[in-house]
């Protein structure tokens, strides 16, 4: 079975910046494609951002320019750096791994909350 654990969320000011880590308890870690997804309440949960084994990114037309997201494979980590925030911002975000047989595997979510 595989683990996905997020961390980093909290409380920060507009403007400031918050730093997402994920960590996903599976060997196949390096063939899987990551991706932060978010949901504010009353909303769908929507993709942020994703990463491709190989480093492709893909990124929401929301964030593009302020979020970077990054995999360290070695650590079995995928980090979501989240800068120039807004109150927009606010949701819980969780983290999937999709590995190469295509099973998604998501994680509890941690909440970010952004203050205007």
């Known amino acids: 079975q595989v683990q996905v654990v997020e961390s980093g969320g909290g409380l920060v000011q507009a403007g400031g910046s918050l730093r997402l880590s994920c960590v996903a308890s599976t060997t196949f870690f390096s063939s899987s494609t990551m991706g932060w997804y978010r949901q504010a309440p009353g909303k769908s949960r929507d993709l942020v951002a994703a990463?491709?084994?190989?480093?492709?990114?893909n990124y929401a037309d929301s964030v593009r320019g302020r979020f970077t997201i990054s995999r360290d494979n070695t650590k079995n980590t995928v980090v979501l750096q989240m800068n120039s925030l807004e109150p927009e911002d606010t949701a819980v975000y969780y983290c999937?791994?999709?590995?190469?047989?295509?099973?998604?595997?998501w994680g509890q979510g941690t909440q970010v909350t952004v203050s205007s």
């Open positions: 990463i491709t084994p190989r480093g492709s990114t």
């Open positions: 999937k791994a999709t590995t190469f047989l295509r099973n998604d595997y």
